[in-house]
């Protein structure tokens, strides 16, 4: 069975490369205009062919491959002089992909067009597109489509009498969002690559560096809230398994290789097909977070003796024992597969990053690697966390205190499972769990546990208890400790120190301890803004279930200098990446080869993100003029407040510089 099941695990990850193939993009095209005289010059398309790979000639060929052709929509005045001539012959090649022979180019390849403006044509504009279909030895790319507008001479400009609301939506084009012409400046693409301003690149990283890096990055994520819920779930179910130790290190065994199988290939075939922001939007669904919220509460009502979660029966009591076998390899891939899942509510965005290079640049194995080490990293303590219930075991005179360690577990789940439920009511607006209403049930739920440390409070399977033991007593302390720091939260204290699980204190309805920024949720509204009052601007990308978001609002910006920092100097735009209202008009995009919906607010702000800065992380953080140009270097998550205040301050300085200039 444990060979089945690794040959199933192996399939999984041949599926997630086929998948990563799906949006390799070995081909990059360029096009541009070159006039020889006012009225006469010529069109030059370019493709440059990534090393291994091919396109075909423009011939058709029955069951052979989409041949590459460039059509031009020519517009009156303009005329053609010449045929499409290609920079060098194509090569004639027996293609083992199709297993005809064909005509090929590789390397670079330019195709060239004349033309001439007739008398009178002071300048045209023209649409071009170029149909074509890439190749390697081994794997054939789906046919695509580039659409490139360029400009002859120079046009007649549109007329005045048409005017375009600032509201209203144009059609998009390639790469080009749903903005008005207005606002299409404040979306450029900014060359990170090329930028003075840009963030120190990590694809020069060595493979090695970018697993060490994954790996601590593993180890980094069990301190995040989406996954302790797992580790008293963990606990739990691998106390119920067999007591025998060979066992329990193979049942162990299976767990960690299962989590990095399911993490490497879920979280690469999920992103690469579906997109980068596939899986932020996954992690803030209502669903999958209800769902999540729904089984942290059955496993605490279980822990406190409310029913035992268990196998069928069947399974258990089969005379050959090869149903109990088959039901506990399934089960152990199932809470691996629950870890996955709980996981990509913190570490999604992160993971979208690494993978949002891959798509751009067609680089798989680098990116492969750092998931993969970070995989291994979650995964080698999840393993221990499975093999400890075995050693509890073994332990002689277990007593009544394991009951309560399992109630102690059951209050854990009762607390961390609202993290759930506040990310998708935060999502959505519904406004069920707002602040004060999450803190005020942890005070309640810190009170009774500390309760039932003293003895105070008893479930149906506990026995009763003569004394309080020390360490109850300490833990009872720090309970009731925590509870009492907690109340200043319910007037609007900051409470740094859960700033990860609370939700912000956008949504408390009464504080005593000073009002919120005054921020735009809206780009394009906010950059209007900074232009008309001549201030630059803070551009926050974040999200309602990023928990390093939440971290950054609690130790810096809740500090008094980078708040009054901010309100003087700068005009803050906060966009959240998993918003989910719906866009009045929704529209589509070409990413990467690929037709993408927009539909949300948070779908626009996580495109804009990924198609201006070429990023998908959150916290992210630029300053811009009001032309939409970064005046520092972007930041992300980092608490020190003396380095964000110094950061603002050079922002101010160089925008003070470019007003200056201009």
């Not at 499409?84 to 992909?97: C, E």
């Not at 209800?290 to 003796?305: D, N, R």
Request: proline share 6%.
């Amino acid at each position: 069975m444990q060979k089945r099941l690794l040959a199933i695990i192996a399939a999984v990850v041949c599926v997630a490369s086929v998948g990563l193939a799906k949006i390799v993009d070995p081909v990059k095209w360029s096009a541009e205009v070159i006039p020889t005289d006012a009225h006469s010059g010529k069109i030059v398309w370019t493709a440059v062919i990534e090393d291994g790979y091919h396109i075909y000639d423009s011939e058709a060929v029955p069951d052979g491959p989409v041949p590459t052709t460039i059509t031009v929509d020519a517009p009156d005045g303009l005329t053609f002089t010449s045929a499409l001539t290609p920079s060098v012959p194509a090569r004639k090649i027996i293609d083992p992909a199709f297993a005809l022979e064909l005509h090929e180019w590789t390397g670079t390849v330019h195709f060239t067009r004349t033309y001439t403006l007739a008398e009178g044509t002071q300048g045209v504009n023209l649409r071009s597109t170029v149909k074509y279909m890439s190749c390697s030895d081994k794997t054939c790319q789906p046919p695509k489509t580039e659409t490139f507008d360029l400009a002859i001479g120079s046009p007649a400009p549109v007329a005045d009498s048409v005017e375009t609301p600032a509201e209203t939506a144009v059609t998009p084009v390639l790469n080009s969002p749903a903005v008005s012409q207005a606002t299409a400046d404040w979306w450029a693409p900014v060359d990170m690559d090329n930028s003075e301003f840009t963030v120190p690149a990590s694809g020069n990283s060595s493979w090695l560096t970018l697993l060490i890096m994954g790996f601590l990055g593993g180890l980094l994520a069990l301190l995040t809230p989406c996954v302790w819920p797992m580790i008293p779930m963990t606990l739990s179910f691998f106390l119920k398994k067999t007591k025998k130790r060979s066992r329990s290190l193979m049942d162990a065994s299976i767990y960690g290789l299962s989590i990095i199988v399911i993490f490497l290939a879920l979280g690469i075939a999920i992103t690469m097909i579906f997109g980068a922001g596939k899986l932020n939007d996954i992690a803030t669904s209502a669903v999958f977070n209800l769902i999540f919220f729904a089984l942290l509460v059955l496993f605490a009502i279980s822990f406190f003796g409310g029913f035992d979660i268990k196998l069928p029966s069947k399974w258990s009591t089969a005379t050959d024992g090869k149903a109990e076998r088959t039901g506990g390899l399934l089960s152990i891939f199932f809470m691996a597969f629950t870890l996955v899942l709980v996981s990509f509510s913190c570490t999604g965005p992160i993971i979208g990053t690494l993978l949002v290079e891959a798509a751009s640049n067609g680089s798989i194995i680098g990116p492969a690697i750092g998931m993969g080490g970070f995989a291994l990293g979650l995964a080698i303590p999840f393993t221990l966390f499975a093999l400890f219930p075995s050693l509890l075991k073994e332990m002689p005179k277990s007593g009544g205190w394991m009951n309560s360690v399992k109630v102690i577990l059951g209050f854990i789940e009762l607390i961390l499972s609202l993290k759930f439920l506040s990310v998708a009511d935060l999502a959505y607006g519904w406004h069920i769990l707002d602040r004060e209403v999450f803190v005020a049930i942890w005070i309640v739920l810190f009170v009774l546990l500390g309760m039932y440390l003293i003895g105070k409070l008893r479930f149906s399977h506990d026995s009763e208890r003569s004394h309080t033991s020390v360490g109850g007593f300490f833990l009872a302390v720090a309970s009731f400790s925590f509870a009492v720091y907690l109340v200043p939260g319910l007037w609007g204290a900051p409470l740094k120190s859960i700033s990860a699980f609370a939700p912000p204190l956008s949504t408390q309805d009464f504080n005593l301890y000073g009002g919120e920024f005054h921020e735009f949720d809206d780009y394009d509204a906010g950059m209007k803004y900074a232009a008309e009052n001549e201030k630059p601007v803070l551009l926050d990308f974040s999200g309602y279930a990023c928990v390093n978001c939440r971290k950054m609002e609690g130790a810096v910006f809740d500090n008094e200098s980078v708040r009054s920092l901010i309100e003087k100097d700068y005009v803050l735009i906060k966009l959240m990446v998993d918003e989910k209202a719906d866009l009045p008009k929704p529209y589509t995009v070409e990413e990467n080869g690929k037709q993408v919906k927009i539909s949300t607010v948070g779908e626009q702000w996580s495109y804009l993100q990924r198609y201006k800065f070429g990023i998908n992380s959150q916290p992210y953080y630029v300053l811009l003029d009001n032309e939409g140009t970064p005046l520092a270097k972007p930041r992300v998550y980092d608490e020190s407040v003396e380095a964000f205040v110094e950061w603002l301050k050079d922002g101010v300085k160089v925008y003070a510089e470019r007003q200056a200039e201009s």
